[in-house]
């Protein structure tokens, strides 16, 4: 976190400047006074040292051997203020273990007036954990612009850990147990703003060994619009075109501590009983049910204290509240969202109430999400075997919010634009988006939530987990969207691409334990969440369905309410695997769950299987090694190239890398492509793996390995396997006469989509010949299914980028335009499409066709465009088709001038009140090639003033990403930081995703070696100014340093290649 405001502990001197009319400045520097004036400057300063020396002496309290007192130099703050990647000596430490909370009674009081302040006392529960010896002093957490009001600061002393106690949020007296005798002296307070640290010292003995006490503490805080803690967003009433306030809180990942003193870690458990205090015209929403209301002498006159129920226990930042003003402020939807008066669906055996709010008016568009949320959690309670553990369940549509969701327990919150879905007005790809998101929090109340990660190294528990089981939850509600086989191109496909990078890192970062809320936030990547939900769901497969789930239920039973290891699940697993197995399990001989997986958590990366195989007797030789896209791009960014780079390359030893793999298989006369159970294991300590004489058929068919791409690695095979593979995807496989001619139908739709990125992939590594790899997507002329063309223009789009800055675009470009003019023309007219992943097919294709420049795609989305354009009430009525929106916003602006971007930009700042239209028309407006009108966007960015804003600050990612597949527009945005960096750093220095996708969209579109020097060269000026943005910019480097090798190697080689194609369709004479 980046603050340029310092604690309430005044660490941060306070200069106040004074003319001095006798004190002149030369052109020296000097500075110049009488000799008398200089004598008595002295003689007061030497007073002022004595008198302070006599202060200190008698009065300052002595901190006791072994206390620690902040001592923070000004050029330490000033490194933590302005987002350093290196910190002060002592940042991100972990809080001491001697005390634990048991439970919190929080009171805030929220004011929505001109300086959006509130204020509260928080009563926590704590034990001393040691029995043996007494406590000094307590250690918490506290954000850097929360105001303790350390003279109220009181500790006291309990009879027991059960004993009951009253806390009052009124003024006077705290609690009816306090009193002279059990109240602990506090000596002095003080704070250690690199770790947010909060200390009270205490006098005489402390805290006894082994004893309970209540810490009663007083605050102050501010209501920002940062996003994160607890922080207020707005909106313009439809009716009334009046800005509307709501008050909501962010606490994922170190946030809680900005509203209120806490022991801010996933490890320390408690319940919670929230007191929020609004206005009576107002309400609020937290965890749980509202248990009293009660009149409030503590604020405004007539205001009402809403009491809410205590809560399981659970972590603080799993803790939620949110308090408006006015009632009116937002709308809550039940099952039958017509109905007002309706009762609430019901979930499980605790009768839960399940319901949506959102800002008034959106009726239609709450009703999917509140019908899926409400199956899945059905779902879910029967797949894990554990019912849903709370009396409700509320979901949020908040007007502001930066991440996606966060799963709160019992109060989700979402962007709007994730839990709306309006079938009249938005996509097919919105409806999916907003089920997969549902189904990912609504997974997180049992992992995550009811079983917590102990630290945030094993973040993966809650995310990855989420992340497989939200495809399974879409799929149980939805199944003919073929989500489970969609997992392999949206999720484990492109975690690949990022996974393949020598910056990457491992799932568990092992023993870090670093309390640094930038390191923190750098774990919410592809890793914790792609790769940690590809890791699930190969350990489903290699299981099995049903001891997979009885392993689930057994670890979400035996730590549920309390905090678990990832070695805690393998133990689970383990033992479902060798009760079910019985002397039969699938794993490898000896070894537990715990040992494999390993493997796969503690170290970087993922490894390629090399399949070499004997065509003569039917063996093969099966090897592993780690895949790196290009092992030479990291020594590139760190200097070492050319000569110096080869040298390195020769002399280091072979990767030390290896896993223990669950290979899959089969061949053209098995086609046993259900199966994905190992057959065998390739383990990490003995080297390579041979298949005896006769495991292969012969030598005219092909064998697949990695069935359903269930294993998290990649497949290489030699040419003659390749051969054949790509006659199958042609529908050119003699062995077997079964599918229909010429469609490449005979393998399934993953299995192509495997093909595809694996050859490509390969190539890209310089682990296979191009020519092989692209031959492969010759087939896709044919191909008329969604998961196949996902990847294949996935993979794509690598060409695409390099590529586009070369003479030899226009061959590519023909060439992909050539693969998809059937399903172009088979589709874009086509109005009477039914299912869905037809419908995303659609939009796919007309999105790549008009990147293509397809005259018939250009044409037809600048006639609707135009048509949109002379509409008399272009807001309410709009030409365009749902589905066809973003390439024909795209294509008109990106063909168009000032006068197309200046309409889409009015509709844009008018479209208010409906976030998802925002999002399709955002990244639109960085399809112009017109450097003056770029610029014009980018200076939206900088944009400070609320009322002046257009660009929500939630949203500005969205235009990033928009620039990001811009070549021209991310060129440009680079020149841009460059020069304006230091203005965007204080904007956004504090955000946990603006300055990474800034960086990752500034160099996307750079491709050369002079590029390549010059981002080095902007990260060294800069080199203080990248926290929270340390990962994407290694990763952005490596690539544009990956890109710039690549040009060097396999220019010449894919540009013959695509000549020949060209040449092959222009005419049919042409040899390959």
Not at 48 to 54: C, D, F, H, M, S
Not at 712 to 719: G, L, P
Not at 837 to 855: G, P, Y
Not at 989 to 1001: N, P
Request: glycine share 6%.
């Amino acid at each position: 976190m980046n603050s340029s405001q310092m604690s309430v502990t005044g660490s941060r001197a306070e200069f106040i400047t004074e003319d001095y009319p006798n004190i002149k400045y030369g052109r020296g520097g000097g500075c110049f006074v009488s000799h008398a004036k200089a004598a008595l400057f002295l003689l007061l300063a030497a007073a002022a040292v004595i008198v302070t020396g006599l202060l200190v002496y008698y009065y300052a309290p002595c901190p006791r051997a072994g206390e620690f007192v902040s001592s923070l130099s000004l050029e330490d703050q000033d490194a933590l203020s302005d987002g350093s990647q290196g910190v002060a000596e002592g940042a991100g430490r972990r809080l001491p273990t001697e005390v634990r909370p048991s439970s919190y009674n929080l009171c805030i009081c929220t004011l929505f007036d001109s300086n959006f302040t509130f204020d509260g006392r928080v009563y926590i529960d704590v034990t001393v954990v040691d029995g043996t010896k007494n406590l000094r002093s307590v250690t918490l957490h506290t954000g850097k612009d929360l105001k303790i009001i350390q003279k109220d600061v009181v500790v006291f002393k309990k009879s027991s850990a059960n004993q009951t106690d009253n806390y009052s949020c009124e003024p006077g007296p705290s609690n009816s147990n306090e009193t002279k005798e059990n109240v602990v002296p506090i000596q002095y307070q003080s704070f250690e703003n690199s770790s947010d640290f909060y200390i009270i010292h205490f006098r005489g003995d402390g805290l006894e060994a082994g004893g309970n006490y209540t810490l009663s503490i007083p605050f102050e805080g501010k209501l920002k619009d940062n996003l994160y803690g607890f922080y207020r967003s707005s909106f313009k009433d439809s009716v009334s075109g009046e800005k509307r306030w709501v008050a909501v809180t962010q606490f994922e990942a170190t946030y809680a501590r900005d509203a209120f003193p806490c022991f801010d870690e996933p490890g320390l458990k408690a319940t919670f009983s929230v007191s929020l205090a609004r206005p009576p015209s107002g309400f609020s929403l937290s965890n749980m049910r509202i248990q009293s209301t009660q009149p409030t002498t503590a604020g405004p006159k007539g205001w009402i204290w809403d009491h809410y129920e205590p809560s399981p226990p659970m972590s603080t930042y799993l803790l939620a509240f949110l308090v408006a003003p006015d009632s009116t402020s937002m709308q809550q939807h039940r099952t039958d969202s017509k109905s007002s008066v309706a009762s609430p669906g019901t979930i499980g055996g605790n009768n839960t109430s399940f319901s949506i709010w959102t800002r008034p008016g959106f009726n239609n568009s709450s009703e999917y999400a509140l019908n899926l949320g409400m199956n899945v959690l059905r779902f879910y309670e029967k797949y894990f075997g554990v019912n849903y553990p709370m009396t409700k369940m509320e979901m949020v549509a908040v007007p502001d919010f930066g991440a996606g969701a966060m799963e709160n327990w019992g109060l989700v919150t979402y962007r709007e634009s994730v839990l709306l879905y309006d079938p009249s007005k938005d996509s097919s790809s919105h409806k999916v988006d907003v089920a997969l998101t549902v189904t990912h929090e609504l997974a997180h109340q049992w992992f995550g939530n009811l079983v917590t990660m102990k630290w945030w190294k094993d973040l993966w528990l809650n995310e990855g987990f989420a992340t497989y089981v939200e495809y399974i939850g879409t799929n149980a509600i939805e199944p003919d969207w073929v989500m489970l086989d969609r997992f392999v191109t949206e999720e484990l496909q492109t975690t690949m691409s990022y996974d393949s990078l020598r910056s990457t890192h491992a799932v568990s970062p092992g023993n870090s334990t670093t309390a640094d809320s930038a390191a923190i936030a750098e774990l919410f990547d592809s890793v914790s969440y792609g790769k940690g939900s590809c890791l699930v769901r190969m350990l489903n497969h290699t299981l099995g369905e049903e001891t997979f789930r009885k392993g689930l239920t057994s670890y979400l039973r035996k730590w549920s309410y309390a905090n678990a290891e990832q070695d805690d699940l393998w133990e689970a697993l383990t033992e479902a695997a060798r009760s079910d197995g019985k002397g039969n399990s699938p794993l490898p001989n000896g070894l537990s769950v715990k040992d494999v997986m390993d493997t796969w958590t503690l170290q970087e990366g993922f490894p390629v299987v090399s399949v070499i195989r004997n065509y003569s007797d039917g063996s093969a030789r099966i090897s592993q090694e780690r895949f790196v896209m290009d092992p030479k791009a990291k020594k590139a960014v760190e200097g070492k190239e050319g000569a110096d780079a080869s040298a390195e390359d020769d002399a280091a030893p072979p990767p030390k890398e290896k896993w223990h793999i669950p290979v899959t298989y089969t061949s053209a006369a098995e086609r046993s492509f259900q199966n994905t159970k190992p057959r065998f294991w390739l383990l990490s300590g003995e080297g390579d793996h041979e298949l005896p004489r006769g495991s292969f058929p012969a030598s005219a068919q092909w064998v697949v390995f990695n069935l359903q791409e269930t294993g998290f690695y990649r497949v290489n095979y030699d040419e003659r396997n390749w051969f054949l593979l790509s006659n199958a995807l042609l529908g050119n496989d003699s062995e077997v006469g079964k599918g229909p001619a010429g469609t490449g139908g005979r393998l399934p739709d993953v299995t192509k989509a495997q093909i595809i990125d694996d050859a490509l992939s390969l190539a890209r590594a310089g682990q296979l010949n191009y020519t092989i790899a692209l031959g492969v997507t010759t087939f896709l002329s044919k191909e008329t299914e969604l998961v196949p063309w996902t990847a294949a223009l996935g993979s794509f789009r690598f060409l695409d980028e390099v590529l586009s800055h070369t003479s030899h675009y226009g061959m590519l470009e023909k060439y992909i335009l050539k693969l998809l003019e059937p399903i172009f023309l088979a589709l874009h007219e086509k109005a009477d499409i039914t299912s869905l992943n037809q419908k995303l097919l659609r939009s796919m294709v007309m999105k790549w066709a008009c990147h293509l420049n397809h005259e018939d795609c250009l044409s037809r989305s600048i006639r609707l465009f135009k048509e949109w354009m002379k509409s008399p009430d272009p807001n309410v009525n709009n030409p365009v088709p749902v589905e066809d929106r973003r390439a024909v916003y795209c294509t008109a602006v990106r063909k168009g001038g000032s006068t197309e971007w200046s309409f889409l930009w009015k509709r844009f700042k008018e479209s208010t009140n409906d976030s998802s239209a925002a999002e399709v028309m955002l990244p639109a407006l960085a399809c112009t090639r017109e450097p003056w009108i770029l610029s014009k966007l980018f200076s939206e960015l900088l944009e400070k003033e609320d009322d002046k804003r257009v660009i929500r600050l939630q949203d500005v990612y969205i235009v990033l990403r928009g620039i990001s597949r811009n070549p021209v527009a991310s060129r440009i945005f680079f020149q841009y930081i460059k020069n304006t960096w230091d203005a965007l750093h204080k904007r956004y220095g504090g955000s946990t995703i603006v300055l990474g996708e800034m960086v990752k969209a500034g160099l996307s579109g750079l491709s050369s070696a002079k590029d390549l020097q010059e981002a080095k060269d902007f990260r060294k000026r800069n080199a203080r100014k990248f926290r929270f943005a340390t990962q994407d910019l290694d990763q952005a480097e490596e690539s544009l340093a990956d890109r710039v090798l690549w040009l060097n190697k396999n220019l010449e080689e894919v540009s013959v290649w695509l000549s020949g194609q060209v040449a092959l369709g222009e005419s049919d004479t042409a040899d390959l």
